[in-house]
């Protein structure tokens, strides 16, 4: 059984950082590219990360670009998103999932098969 669990978020003023972390098992990790995806209250999922299955190769949406890191370990199952310079309209929920898609990149949700439950991102000003 695959699963996903991501972990690390809270309440921080804007500027502040936090570390998401995603815990994968059940399938073997470094076979899948992996993404973070946001969710905001009455918004739609947007994709915010991506990585390649070795780790080598990131992208990110324009408006977290320079703020946000995506990295891995894969003898660990893990991958991270280090979120930095935090502002307001960063508040969702933060969701991990792992592409299955033909190219180690997309922002397209329909890409990726299993997503964790999220974890809170709460930025006040």
């Known amino acids: 059984q695959v699963q996903l669990v991501e972990s690390g978020g809270g309440l921080v003023q804007a500027g502040g950082s936090l570390r998401l972390s995603c815990a994968v098992s059940?399938?073997?990790?470094?076979?899948?590219?992996m993404g973070w995806f946001r969710q905001a209250p009455g918004k739609e999922r947007e994709f915010v990360a991506g990585?390649?299955?070795?780790?080598?190769?990131?992208y990110y949406t324009d408006s977290v670009k320079g703020r946000f890191a995506i990295s891995r370990d894969n003898a660990k199952n893990m991958v991270y998103l280090q979120v930095n310079s935090l502002k307001p309209e960063d508040t969702a929920v933060y969701h991990c999932?792992?592409?299955?898609?033909?190219?180690?990149?997309?922002?397209?949700?329909?890409?990726?098969?299993?997503w964790g439950q999220g974890t809170q991102v709460t930025v006040s000003s």
């Open positions: 059940g399938r073997t990790f470094s076979d899948y590219a």
């Open positions: 990585i390649s299955r070795g780790g080598g190769r990131t």
């Open positions: 999932a792992t592409n299955v898609g033909s190219t180690w990149y997309s922002a397209d949700l329909n890409k990726y098969d299993y």
